[in-house]
């Protein structure tokens, strides 16, 4: 069992509000990730982290900034919530090296 | 362009039979392979890894196949059960940067029927 956990599962949410989506890991992994999947598509990577106080952007433009402050901690924050933003967020860390990712539930937002 | 491509995209078998499900992908430089099970509205959980030098290796009912001349994978799901109804995704490695991007399948929707 991976010890990865994206809190919430589910949010519904009002257009123009602010949100984070969070995501915890206690394996002490230093990469951490957030995709952006929409249903029958694959991930997109849109964030990623190689450690505490470094962040990129990934392949798909986002909205959204993360942040990284403690190793276990990679909160993902929409400022302002659109119907475009509705989809699936997964989030998911490595260790050392070419390591398996181990992926969180996953976050169902959809903003109406 | 590094890319990972599966086959077919839906399937549907009955109980019990076996299914086989394809991979081709064009990631260089390659490091390894994953295939993941992914359940509706879950996060994906990893099956099997396998490394360039690895032409096979199974868990349980799934075995996974890796030709890296050709640059195909297959997952092979013997004795299928209705739990075994998922996306299968196949998710390549590369060995060009440290971050090790993973480049993901659009995956195989797998309906398994009674």
């Known amino acids: 069992e991976a010890d990865i956990y994206q809190t919430p599962r589910y949010l519904v949410i009002g257009t123009g509000k602010k949100i984070t989506l969070e995501c915890s890991q206690t394996?002490?992994?230093?990469?951490m990730y957030w995709y952006q999947q929409d249903p029958g598509m694959e991930l997109h990577l849109i964030h990623y982290?190689?450690?505490?106080?470094?962040?990129e952007k990934g392949d798909l433009s986002s909205e959204s900034t993360v942040s990284r402050i403690r190793t276990e901690h990679f909160p993902l924050t929409l400022e302002s919530a659109r119907p475009s933003h509705t989809s699936q967020y997964l989030c998911?860390?490595?260790?050392?090296?070419?390591?398996?990712?181990?992926f969180g539930q996953g976050t169902r937002l959809t903003v109406v | 362009k590094n890319q990972v491509e599966q086959s077919p995209q839906s399937l549907i078998i009955l109980e019990g039979k076996n299914c086989t499900l394809q991979c081709n992908y064009t990631v260089s430089p390659f490091s390894n392979l994953r295939w993941y099970k992914q359940d509706t509205g879950r996060g994906p959980v990893s099956l099997t890894i396998m490394t360039f030098s690895e032409n096979t290796k199974s868990n349980g009912r799934y075995t996974a196949t890796l030709d890296a001349d050709t640059k195909q994978s297959s997952l092979h799901i013997t004795a299928s059960q209705l739990s075994d109804s998922a996306s299968y995704i196949c998710v390549v490695s590369d060995r060009g940067s440290t971050l090790g991007r993973l480049y993901f399948g659009r995956g195989t929707q797998l309906t398994v029927w009674p």
């Open positions: 982290s190689y450690g505490v106080n470094s962040t």
């Open positions: 394996m002490g992994h230093d990469k």
């Open positions: 998911a860390s490595r260790g050392t090296g070419n390591t398996e990712a181990f």
